[in-house]
């Protein structure tokens, strides 16, 4: 059912579409016709003129008609050729008296008549335009000729109006009977036209005369230069160019030149004349000289009339640089909005603002402009504006001692992109589970936006948000890591187009120092305790002797031969009833062979003083010198005596004698016996050699053992 309903409604709405999107407006309303009768400079036209304004153009065919009354004949009408015009020829009027006139405007879907208009045959004459005659000196003067005297009519009042060639708007004004007008100091070199129209005593006004054109003389240059500083987009720099705007067309006609005076902090003075084709364009001229030690300058316009007023302008007091956030911008491809908001005490001693905008980038004398105002809080610029390009806005004040502050600056963009990649993205360790990482800001050229913040993706899991309002040198610490652990990090920059490239970087968390130190916390107490044991085992060997550890003393002790090694046949006893004694024995000395010594009787005489080889009982012979020594042993007991005669001298490595040097008080006794006779009848002598009779045991002690 409500299918068959929709349906219906549809089909009714097709149906009267077209009646409805129909056009059935009346014709629109015609204004007041103006009729009169036309003069030319000699006499008037009898036929009554009339013309109206139509109004809007119609949808459709629209026919306009004009009527009056009386008329001869009674309903009389002229249809309109023209739409906005007509004319009443003089055999459809009286010739006298008054007439009604109205326009009827008529077409299919109506009709309507304009207000109706009272006429006095006596006062519709309209005189021609006035001709007129221009003089010109250092002002403008105007005179015309009305044709009231040759129509017969007495002079009424005239109307002057004037403008700037390239003005819309008229400047009137109302002369009364005099025939001429004077302009006052009219801008030099510029362009005037002017029109007049004038009226008799009786009658209508006539219409302005065709534009005159008149274009003023050349006068000296009026007003003063507007002076400032480019300084690229530092603006406390002093590495900057005096820049000054072009006098206007108002000001001067033409300019020469300009003269420049710069003031030094020494007193000195230099002035430079510049021409103005050298260093000017149509709006700007600008003067690239170094800034160093200036205090302030004077800048002159000047033509072949004379010269301006020198605009002053003093150098900023070098300082720490203001950068209060008060500026806001509205910016497109086409205009560039400047508003500002300040404290009161901003105002103190404040002679006018100036704000200047500059395209990074750009060389000096382009891409920059300036505006100074008094009270303003708001400033407009015109383009264009390059798309995705910087342009810093700096807000100045000067006061009236002539002292420039920097108040705040800020980037703007016509239309921002995507960032580039961020530079120089580190990661520096901190603890065990905190690392700082460290990069540099998108450079201005390639920042393609303002960088809303700086976004740090962890493991492409945790992110960061890092605001981009902070210092320059960016940095941001990841804490609650994990010590040793393996890290993946990025970073990108994001301007309201959206974020840029990523620059990813790995890193490794260092390890858990309280950890690392955990070993040497446990060993080093246990090798303590080793150490302190080791001591202890050394000094019992060394108190108690080899026997209760010889192996300590076979690593500690130099292997020198001991004089105790002269009884070593008493310890050889002990072998079989000490289980322990051959851990005593040296490990790299052969065990001692203990034998039987065969005692053999020498019979006394058997030695004799003489040089004579003798035979032992061994079938040995020595040669037997006259004291009765063999020569080997003699030189043996010489050698013994030297040694003892060097002060007993003993091993300073050890604390130690050598063997040589030592004896037992047997030894000792038997060398006593043999500084009297070497070799004696003794039957506990031998043949043996020095290092025998040292630690050798005898036949006694043999037979005693």
């Known amino acids: 059912m409500a299918t068959l309903r929709t349906r219906w409604l549809l089909s009714m709405l097709l149906v009267n579409l077209p009646n409805c999107c129909t056009p059935t407006d009346p014709p629109t309303h015609p204004s007041l016709p103006e009729c009169y009768f036309p003069c030319d400079e000699e006499s008037c036209n009898v036929d009554i003129h009339c013309a109206w304004d139509p109004g809007p153009d119609p949808h459709f065919t629209t026919n306009y008609s004009l009527h009056w009354e009386p008329a001869i004949s009674k309903g009389r009408y002229v249809n309109s050729q023209t739409s906005s015009s007509a004319v009443i020829v003089r055999e459809d009027f009286a010739n006298h008296g008054k007439i009604r006139v109205w ?8 009709s309507f008549t304009s207000p109706v208009v009272d006429l006095n045959i006596a006062d519709i004459n309209k005189p021609p335009p006035p001709n007129i005659k221009l003089r010109q000196q250092k002002s403008i003067e105007i005179e015309w000729h009305s044709f009231c005297d040759e129509l017969g009519f007495s002079e009424g009042a005239c109307y002057v109006r004037n403008r700037i060639e390239a003005d819309r708007v008229w400047l009137e004004y109302d002369s009364g009977l005099l025939r001429m007008h004077m302009i006052e100091s009219p801008q030099p070199c510029t362009i005037y036209e002017i029109q007049v129209r ?31 500083w480019d300084c690229g ?13 072009n006098l ?20 000195t003075t230099v002035s430079i004349t510049v021409e103005s084709g050298g260093l000017c364009n149509k709006m700007q001229c600008h003067l690239n000289t170094s800034l160093k030690d200036v205090s302030s300058f004077n800048v002159s316009a000047f033509n072949t009339y004379g010269a301006t007023e020198p605009s002053h302008l003093v150098m900023p007091v070098p300082g720490k640089e203001k950068n209060e956030q008060v500026i806001q911008l509205n910016m497109n491809e086409v205009n560039l909005t400047v508003s500002w908001d300040l404290p009161s005490q901003h105002t ?18 382009k891409g920059f402009d300036w505006i100074k105002v008094k009270k303003n809080q708001t400033v407009f610029f015109k383009g264009p504006f390059k798309k995705v390009t910087p342009f810093q806005v700096s807000l100045f004040s000067v006061s009236h001692s002539l002292e420039v502050h920097h108040l705040s600056s800020v980037i703007g963009y016509s239309l921002e992109g995507t960032p580039s990649r961020v530079r120089s993205f580190k990661v520096f360790p901190v603890a065990p589970t905190q690392v700082k990482l460290s990069w540099e800001p998108v450079p201005l050229f390639e920042r393609n936006g303002v960088i809303q913040y700086y976004q740090i993706r962890l493991n492409r899991q945790n992110v960061y948000n890092v605001s981009a309002t902070q210092h320059e040198n960016k940095s941001f610490e990841l804490k609650h890591l994990s010590p040793g652990q393996e890290y993946e990090v990025s970073i990108r920059a994001v ?14 968390t260092e390890q858990d120092e309280n950890f690392v130190h955990l070993i040497p916390a446990v060993l080093v107490p246990s090798l303590v305790f080793l150490l ?43 072998q079989i009833n000490d289980s322990l004694a051959w851990i005593c024995i040296p490990v790299n000395e052969q065990h001692p062979n203990i034998s039987m010594l065969e005692v053999v009787e020498i019979q006394p005489g058997a030695f004799m003083s003489s040089p004579e080889k003798t035979s032992d009982t061994d079938g040995l012979t020595r040669p037997i010198l006259r004291d009765g020594c063999s020569q080997m042993d003699c030189q043996d007991d010489q050698s013994e005596n030297a040694v003892l005669k060097q002060g007993g001298r003993t ?3 050890y604390g130690r004698k050598e063997y040589s040097k030592m004896v037992d008080s047997d030894e000792e006794r038997d060398k006593e016996e043999d500084r009297d006779d070497c070799w004696s009848s003794s039957d506990e002598e031998q043949l043996t050699s020095g290092y025998e009779k040292h630690f050798m045991p005898t036949a006694s002690e043999i037979l005693e053992a």
């Open 248 to 267: 206007a067309a108002s000001q001067a006609c033409s300019v020469l030149g300009y003269t420049v005076t710069r003031f030094y902090n020494n007193g």
């Open 532 to 574: 302190v044991v080791i001591c202890i085992l050394v000094l019992l060997c060394c108190c108690r002797g080899e026997k209760v550890c010889p192996l300590v003393t076979s690593c500690f002790c130099e292997k020198v031969p001991d004089p105790s090694n002269s009884h070593i046949f008493r310890q050889m006893k002990h």
């Open 233 to 245: 987009t530092s603006p406390a720099s002093f590495n900057c160019a005096l820049t000054w705007k």
């Open 103 to 110: 326009v009827k405007a008529e077409n299919l879907h109506g």
């Open 651 to 653: 091993d300073h490595r």
């Open 495 to 508: 301007t309201v187009a959206g974020p840029g490239a990523n620059v990813t970087t790995k890193f490794k």
């Open 348 to 365: 103190d001693n404040l002679k006018e603002y100036v704000v200047q905008y500059k395209q990074a980038g750009c060389p000096t004398g």
């Open 198 to 228: 004038c009226a008799c005593a009786t009658g209508l006004i006539s219409d302005w005369s065709t534009i005159h054109r008149i274009k003023s003389t050349e006068t000296d240059p009026l007003g003063k230069p507007d002076i400032w």
